[in-house]
């Protein structure tokens, strides 16, 4: 039986450095080629969850609900929510407060406001 770690006689000890040096080479190269396709495939997922906004938006000039592709009309907080990653917090401005909450809004702060322009 002929001995199967003995190198056949046409190649040389240099030629089996060029083939060892050449197939590391490629091994490297195949990890690094699945690598890139791992993480192209990561971000591919990660720009399929990505919500963005952009063009108009048909907005209500009184009551400020946004007319959505099938002509349905929703509240700014609806149409957001459903368009984006935004969650909201409730809050009221002071002209607001001051509109709807006349008994427990001094005029006094509505002068240190900072939402008042020139303050």
Known sequence: MADE??????YSSDDMRWHEAISSLMNELLATKRDLQQKTTELQEALDHVKQLKGLLPICASCKKIRD?????????QYVSAHSEAQFSHDICPECLKKLYPAYFHEEETEKSPDKPGQ
């Open 69 to 77: 592709d099938k002509g349905y009309w929703q509240s700014v907080e």
């Open 5 to 10: 770690n003995k190198l056949p006689e046409f």
